[in-house]
């Protein structure tokens, strides 16, 4: 490493795609030194990730990058092969991808997958590697059991892990991350930045996060750059940019963050309620659900809830908790060991449910790019479930209603001719949402629905449902690990660990008085709070 240049430097860095004339990115330019957290922030389809692929030379043949300067360690990789490359990807910089589901190989145990990524730079015994490899899945909060399992086996929340920990596997001189923490719980998260944090004062560890997390960049960044449209807007300190924000779209991200509300979000509608005020009845209701998998890890031990009708009901804690095993046996999707699920008085089952049953629940995955189909265009996955339950007939109604959808969830209308690879991570998951509303359910089940959103989008996403329980008395099931986001829409919450639940009860009382302290220790992880305890970020 030559500590005479930065880590790394893009110079008027533009991108073409084959096929359009105006540039994905234009004259984006930026640097990372040794030591330095740099935090590029924006709303999904900014350029964010764009531009971090193209600093690394992993963009698709079809883009065409242009640059006055591409420099790793201050040397010129614009021109290198991927060979060449491969000497510097692993050593001197680690990546971080956005989706884990989709980076990690499903029929290769987790360590091994570790294992290859130290072997591939470095001479090391069988012995030796295997406790490296262990030593570097427990530095990003993962108990040694996951070294035998598979990734279907995992939360999506320890997939990120997996890969943040493949990423540090040859300790690398600059972490470039994108969007590392939005698939984990604050006390993981935490651990994790601390632990990044550290290797910046020790070893002049520089990080280029891509992040929606405002809080995130505003706690650990020392510089933020903002981008709209594949252009850099503003750059500056993060505590100037925070505190004096030149640009009015840059104060508009920092007001949508979770953290710049203080109540919860209010429907936007105005005049009476079109449909009655939800009675206190139970619409949702399991009982004893208990849930073992192959590998032995017991997802749900006794597990059970009540979701009235019309309310918003959170299911939080650590990833590996056990919260979307629940929501998937809530939705019919996964059958229980043992216990019951009813919905309005019918059982819910995995197998043989009523077509009306099928459609009163819907469900909003964690990950977008495995739920979507990539052969078909945006407007056939939404219209998808108009025509399997027989709600809209004709063609000419199911564009119209698509038409309705998208606007709903803030997507353009000119994306539905759009497969889900030429869409941003937000865009996808705002296409699942809309094809799960699209059914006019009872029930949305939503897995961490808007994890993957930026601060903006996930405003709008949020107060989307809130203005559509108002109208139509919907109910939800809303399984998050963003306590932030648990204080702007939850009545009720319900707090897991290890399976198990831990607490339960209207979300006022949960989080400004929590009885139980692993429900404390969460809270306080929240950006911006005292660390807990190293003994919490593990899943047990």
């Given at each position: ?64 990058v ?19 490359l ?13 989706d ?37 899945l ?56 601390d ?50 924000a ?21 429907p936007?509608?105005r ?90 629940i ?51 209308d ?27 359910p ?26 559509l ?10 399984i ?16 897991m ?18 009885e139980?302290?692993?429900t ?21």
């Amino acid at each position: 490493m030559n500590a005479q240049h930065p880590l790394l430097r893009i110079s008027e860095l533009s991108v073409y795609y084959r096929g359009h004339d105006e540039p994905s990115i234009e004259q984006v330019s930026l640097e990372v030194g040794a030591g330095e957290f740099v935090s590029v922030v924006g709303e999904s389809g900014s350029g964010k990730s764009t531009t971090v692929h193209a600093a690394l030379r992993l963009l698709p043949s079809s883009a065409r990058v242009q640059a006055v300067a591409l420099e790793l360690d201050g040397r010129d990789i614009s021109t290198w092969s991927d060979r060449r490359l491969s000497r510097l990807r692993g050593p001197f910089v680690g990546f971080v991808p956005q989706d884990p589901g989709t980076s990690l190989n499903p029929v290769k145990r987790v360590g091994a997958q570790v294992l290859d990524a130290l072997r591939l730079h470095r001479r090391v015994e069988s012995g030796p590697a295997r406790a490296l490899a262990l030593a570097k899945l427990e530095l990003a909060g993962l108990p040694a059991r996951v070294f035998e399992q598979y990734p279907h086996e995992l939360s999506g929340g320890m997939k990120q892990r997996v890969l943040i920990a493949i990423a540090l596997a040859n300790d690398p001189a600059l972490l470039v991350a994108d969007e590392p923490t939005s698939a984990l719980d604050v006390t993981v998260q935490k651990h994790i930045l601390d632990h990044l944090a550290s290797l910046r004062e020790e070893l002049g560890l520089g990080i280029l996060l891509v992040t929606h997390d405002l809080d995130v960049a505003g706690e650990r960044s020392d510089r933020m750059i903002v981008m709209r449209d594949g252009r850099i807007i503003e750059t500056g300190s993060t505590r100037t940019i925070f505190e004096n924000a030149r640009e009015e779209y840059t104060r508009s991200l920092l007001a949508a963050a979770p953290s710049a509300h203080r109540g919860r979000l209010e429907p936007s509608v105005r005049g009476p309620r079109p449909v009655p005020a939800p009675a206190e009845e139970v619409l949702l209701s399991l009982r004893a659900i208990s849930k073992r998998f192959s590998s032995g890890v017991r997802a749900a031990d006794s597990v059970s809830l009540d979701i009235t009708t019309g309310s918003t009901h959170a299911l939080v804690g650590e990833s590996g908790a056990g919260k979307s095993t629940v929501a998937r046996i809530a939705a019919g999707l996964t059958a229980p060991d043992g216990g019951s699920v009813v919905l309005g008085g019918d059982a819910v089952t995995s197998a043989r449910r009523s077509r009306d049953l099928r459609r009163q629940i819907q469900f909003v995955y964690q990950n977008p790019y495995s739920s979507l189909d990539p052969r078909f265009e945006v407007e056939r996955i939404i219209a998808e479930p108009l025509v399997n339950f027989g709600l809209v007939g004709d063609r000419a109604g199911r564009r119209e209603r698509v038409t309705e959808l998208l606007e709903a969830v803030a997507l353009p209308d000119d994306l539905r001719r759009r497969k889900p690879a030429e869409l941003s991570g937000g865009q996808r998951q705002r296409v699942a949402i809309a094809r799960a509303l699209a059914a006019r359910p009872r029930v949305l089940v939503l897995d961490e629905a808007v994890s993957a959103l930026d601060v903006s989008v996930q405003a709008q996403i949020l107060q989307l449902l809130v203005d559509l329980q108002y109208r139509n008395g919907l109910t939800y099931l809303f399984i998050t690990h963003d306590l932030g986001v648990v204080r702007l829409i939850a009545d009720d919450v319900t707090v897991m660990r290890a399976g198990q639940v831990v607490e339960s009860g209207p979300a006022t009382q949960i989080l400004k008085n929590p009885e139980h302290d692993y429900t404390r220790r969460l809270l306080s992880a929240v950006p911006g709070t005292p660390v807990p305890d190293e003994d919490l970020v593990r899943v047990m």
